[in-house]
Structure formats: C-alpha cells, structure tokens
C-alpha cells in the first residue's frame, strides 16, 4: 500500500493527483517546485517501476513541465529525481529564473525557505 514517505508529507502540500502520481507543492516560495511522487509501495528508483509506469512517470513529468513553463515563463525547468535524503522515488520540478538566489547552482541547501509566494504566476 503507498504511504508517502514522512519527510515529504512535512515538507509539501498535496495540490492533487495525477493518473499514477500524487502532486505535491514544495513548502519554499523562493521557486516554483512541485514534486510527482509515483503511488506505488516501496518504489526507490525510476528502474524499478513497470514499464507502462515509466511512461506514465514520463508523461506526467513531461506536461507538469509544460504547466509550470507556461505559467511562470523562467529561464530554465530543473527536473531531478535524486532520493540521496528521501529513498521513495520522486521527481522534483523546479522553476529557475537567472535572478533567482541561488542561480546557476542547485536550489538545494542555497536558502533558506521564504514564506513570500513566487507560486503565483506573472501578470
């Protein structure tokens, strides 16, 4: 049975759920960054989900990066499905801007979390 895993239920808000994943809304307003977790139990990597999964994943992955481009225009969509802190399998969408605080590096561990939304979309 999938259980999301207790480290991204404390760090996320569920914005709702794909055909295989449950989308999760970052809790740092410094990017744009939603989170596709597969609900599938005890899934680590990406390898180890079948392949009409995979596809799925990729699918799902591929349209929330369509959303957030179109939504928030930056400069670059991050996507990344490291699990080094978190083994369950997830995939991290992240909207970049050049001006942003930690542009070029990766955003993990630059700062610390704003509560000022960049969540809302330009005007």
Do not use: Y
């Not at 991204?8 to 740092?28: C, E, K, N, Q, Y």
């Not at 083994?87 to 801007?97: E, I, K, M, T």
């Not at 590096?105 to 979309?121: D, E, F, I, K, Q």
């Amino acid at each position: 049975m999938f259980e999301l895993h207790p480290t991204l239920a404390a760090d996320t808000r569920v914005v709702g759920g794909l055909s295989l994943s449950l989308l999760l809304m970052m809790d740092d307003a410094t990017w744009p960054w939603v989170i596709l977790v597969p609900q599938r139990a005890s899934i680590r990597e990406i390898h180890e989900l079948s392949v009409a999964d995979r596809a799925i994943l990729i699918d799902e992955v591929a349209k929330v990066s369509e959303a957030m481009a179109m939504l928030f225009a930056p400069d670059k969509l991050n996507v990344a499905a490291l699990g080094n802190v978190v083994s369950q399998l997830h995939v991290h969408v992240v909207a970049r801007f050049r001006d942003d605080p930690a542009w070029p590096a990766p955003v993990w561990g630059r700062c610390r979390r704003s509560v000022t939304s960049r969540m809302l979309p330009p005007h």
